[in-house]
């Protein structure tokens, strides 16, 4: 069975220094991944993906993953933290057992970014 | 596009009165996915749907707890009778085969 592992449920950075958001995840099968943000008081909002092809994926707001199959793991990194990437984020890796679209959810990371 | 679209966005009720959720997903979409959130468990899948079918009802907390997915555009969940626990905010989600999954704006639920 598929789970997902987010390290650091809180990570505090200051306003131009690295985001590093690490998840790992366990699948018997090629996993597709996901990362979504959660702002206050909003649904969650797919950040980026991971399916197949190139392991380097870039998202929305600055963001990349890396897929790294040897690792098992899909970190979320963004060079220069801004004020409005306070938020809670999300990994996420698909249900290998079925065709539903069914995600396992990490517990999730919230984001502190200081001035 | 419209998005996922869920109603009410806030809902605040007594404990023992019903509430039903409602939920229509992106057009297209064949999956639909309940979930839960509050500060103490974090996010849980509740229910979810694959062509209008129940598929794993395994998170939903308890008997008090039911959904239904009548067509392809609409899905309810109800609580009854609600209790202060139920307290949560409740999503919706959508998606087509193992594509995206696109969540609604949440319904904030606020039982006393």
């Known amino acids: 069975a598929q789970s997902v592992t987010q390290l650091g449920s809180h990570v505090s950075v200051s306003e131009g220094a690295l985001v590093l958001l690490r998840c790992n995840y366990s699948s018997s099968v090629p996993p597709y991944l996901f990362w979504y943000v959660q702002y206050p008081n909003q649904g969650l909002q797919l950040l980026l993906k991971?399916?197949?092809?190139?392991?380097l994926v870039k998202g929305i707001n600055g963001f990349e993953a890396e897929f790294k199959k040897s690792e098992t793991s899909f970190h979320l990194t963004k060079p220069s933290a801004h004020m409005s990437d306070a938020a809670e984020y999300f990994c996420a890796v698909s249900e290998d057992s079925s065709n539903t679209g069914k995600l396992i959810f990490g517990q999730g990371t919230t984001l502190q970014v200081k001035p | 596009d419209a998005g996922v679209i869920q109603s009410p966005r806030h809902e605040v009720t007594e404990m023992g009165q019903e509430v039903t959720l409602r939920c229509k997903p992106i057009?297209?979409?064949?999956?639909l996915f309940w979930y839960r959130q509050t500060m103490m468990r974090g996010l849980e899948l509740l229910i979810y749907f694959n062509n209008n079918v129940p598929i794993d009802d395994s998170g939903m907390p308890e008997d008090r707890f039911s959904a239904k997915m009548p067509n392809a555009s609409f899905s309810t969940l109800k609580i009854q009778p609600s209790e202060p626990r139920d307290s949560a905010v409740y999503f919706c989600a959508s998606s087509r085969g193992q594509e995206t999954q696109y969540f609604g704006p949440g319904t904030r639920l606020l039982v006393l």
């Open positions: 991971y399916t197949t092809g190139a392991t």
């Open positions: 057009s297209g979409h064949n999956s």
